[in-house]
């Protein structure tokens, strides 16, 4: 391999400039034998599920701007690029530094996201084929920040991208932020019971009552992937999104369409939890499955029943995380109510660069201030846990 020839940088405006099978040999080289990708959403078919579905484009705050990079015509590298004209659908927020950047006379959008769209789920981001990891990245971030200072763009953000991402953007000049979400660590669990035997007696009692609560809505829930979704779930999945995504955002996200589409491409990497009662789908939630962890995604009800969201979206994706020898359940942003229900608090991590170089180290500051804040909540959280007091001393 020349890793000192000329490395080129194009710019794609859709997944429908590159083949499905390029961009997955960087995003997903670990599935070419027809296994699952480790991370479901920067797999062609999601991405561009939320292109055609035109959940993200024109209009909706997300214009793709993809990375593609090659080296003596071999593509060795690529990344989910976006021009933003706002901070919605991102879960590592940035809305006090527009309003800061505003105030101070500046025009913080459009800016450049390395991300995929409303997914707090962490993943690569700078999506390398194996042997090209170093040299792709270095040429896909000195890629981005040519386009954002090109076009007169005030910064770039990478969000929810790997340890190993942040540690090496940070070496290369990049401004490194840290937050936390709440993820379930599989510990070679045989069943639930002894996932609730590591807890305190305390807890195991009120996750038991709450489990008998729930499973006595007066119906039946079922774990549907693949072929056991059919078309009418998705009616009942999209009643159940529109309600959740018009109380949390105004508007939901994701078209009607996109859930037409994941039902011809995307349900193999899907897992729905679906309530029925009295012949109908009353609440449910969506997962996507990757290779060793299951992404909760969407929760909605169109009916209220005592502990069946914690049931519906936590305990059977446990369930689900034991049965199937799955090392981690991340059930997205927010919540430390999950605290209670055995997730513990993670950190999440993410890059940015801000053209303006004094508003850059004002960001910077805030960022090492973030980060400490940060680890002693996390280190109070842990301790605080539904674990077992030698249960807790293992996980330190």
Same mark, same amino acid.
Not at 378 to 395: C, H
């Given at each position: 391999?020349?890793?000192?020839?000329?490395?080129?940088?194009?710019? +794609?405006?859709?997944l429908?400039?590159?083949?499905?099978?390029?961009?997955?040999?960087?995003?997903?080289?670990?599935?070419?034998?027809? &296994?699952?990708?480790?991370?479901?959403?920067?797999?062609h078919?999601?991405? *561009?599920?939320?292109? !055609?579905?035109?959940?993200? &484009?024109?209009?909706? &705050?997300?214009e793709?701007?993809?990375?593609?990079?090659?080296?003596?015509?071999?593509?060795?590298?690529?990344?989910?690029?976006?021009?933003?004209?706002?901070?919605?659908?991102?879960y590592?927020?940035?809305?006090?530094?527009? @309003?800061?950047?505003?105030?101070?006379?500046?025009?913080?959008?459009p800016?450049?996201?390395? $991300?995929?769209p409303?997914?707090?789920?962490? &993943?690569?981001?700078? +999506?390398? %084929?194996?042997?090209?990891?170093?040299?792709?990245?270095?040429?896909?971030?000195?890629?981005?920040? *040519?386009?954002?200072?090109?076009?007169g763009?005030?910064?770039l953000? #990478?969000?929810?991208?790997?340890?190993?991402?942040?540690?090496?953007?940070?070496?290369?000049?990049?401004?490194?932020?840290?937050?936390?979400?709440?993820?379930?660590?599989?510990?070679?669990?045989?069943?639930?019971? $002894?996932?609730?035997? !590591?807890?305190?007696?305390?807890?195991?009692?009120?996750? =038991?009552?709450?489990?008998?609560?729930?499973?006595?809505?007066?119906?039946?829930?079922?774990?549907?992937?693949?072929?056991?979704?059919?078309?009418?779930?998705w !009616?009942?999945?999209? %009643?159940?999104?529109?309600?959740?995504?018009? =109380?949390?955002?105004?508007?939901?996200?994701?078209?009607?369409?996109?859930? /037409?589409?994941?039902?011809?491409?995307?349900?193999?990497?899907?897992?729905? #939890?679906?309530?029925?009662? /009295?012949?109908? !789908?009353? $609440?449910?939630?969506?997962?996507?499955i990757?290779?060793?962890?299951?992404?909760?995604?969407?929760?909605?009800?169109?009916?209220?029943?005592?502990? +069946?969201?914690?049931?519906?979206?936590?305990?059977r994706?446990?369930?689900?995380?034991?049965?199937?020898?799955?090392?981690?359940? /991340?059930?997205?942003?927010?919540?430390? @109510?999950?605290? $209670?229900?055995?997730?513990?608090?993670?950190?999440?991590?993410? +890059? @940015?660069?801000?053209?303006?170089?004094?508003?850059?180290?004002?960001?910077?500051?805030?960022?090492?201030?973030?980060?400490?804040?940060?680890?002693?909540?996390?280190?109070?959280?842990?301790?605080?846990?539904?674990?077992? *007091?030698?249960?807790?001393?293992?996980?330190?």
């Amino acid at each position: 391999m020349d890793t000192d020839s000329l490395i080129e940088i194009a710019v +794609l405006p859709g997944l429908d400039e590159i083949p499905a099978e390029e961009w997955d040999a960087c995003a997903c080289p670990e599935a070419a034998d027809g &296994g699952r990708p480790v991370d479901p959403f920067t797999t062609h078919r999601f991405l *561009k599920a939320l292109e !055609d579905s035109r959940s993200v &484009g024109r209009g909706t &705050g997300w214009e793709p701007r993809h990375l593609a990079a090659r080296q003596n015509g071999e593509l060795i590298a690529v990344a989910p690029l976006y021009a933003k004209s706002n901070s919605q659908g991102e879960y590592i927020f940035d809305f006090s530094w527009a @309003h800061a950047y505003e105030n101070a006379g500046g025009q913080y959008y459009p800016k450049l996201q390395i $991300a995929v769209p409303f997914t707090p789920a962490t &993943g690569r981001r700078f +999506l390398t %084929r194996p042997g090209h990891e170093a040299a792709g990245m270095s040429a896909l971030v000195q890629g981005a920040v *040519k386009l954002a200072a090109d076009n007169g763009l005030s910064s770039l953000h #990478v969000t929810f991208c790997t340890e190993a991402e942040a540690i090496a953007g940070d070496e290369i000049g990049l401004m490194r932020r840290t937050t936390q979400q709440y993820h379930w660590e599989n510990r070679d669990y045989p069943d639930f019971d $002894a996932f609730l035997a !590591d807890l305190s007696s305390r807890k195991r009692k009120t996750i =038991r009552k709450e489990r008998q609560r729930a499973n006595a809505f007066g119906g039946e829930i079922r774990l549907l992937t693949g072929d056991e979704i059919e078309p009418q779930h998705w !009616d009942s999945f999209w %009643r159940f999104y529109q309600d959740t995504g018009a =109380r949390k955002w105004g508007s939901p996200y994701l078209t009607r369409a996109f859930f /037409e589409i994941a039902h011809e491409v995307l349900r193999d990497d899907i897992l729905l #939890v679906m309530c029925e009662r /009295e012949g109908r !789908d009353v $609440a449910g939630a969506l997962n996507m499955i990757g290779r060793d962890v299951l992404f909760g995604r969407y929760w909605g009800c169109i009916e209220h029943h005592d502990f +069946l969201h914690f049931e519906t979206c936590y305990y059977r994706a446990i369930d689900y995380a034991i049965e199937n020898g799955l090392a981690r359940v /991340e059930a997205g942003a927010q919540g430390e @109510h999950k605290l $209670a229900r055995g997730y513990l608090p993670s950190e999440c991590h993410s +890059l @940015h660069w801000i053209g303006d170089r004094g508003f850059a180290r004002a960001v910077e500051q805030f960022l090492t201030q973030e980060r400490r804040a940060v680890e002693e909540d996390i280190e109070v959280l842990t301790a605080y846990g539904p674990f077992r *007091k030698e249960q807790r001393e293992e996980q330190d």
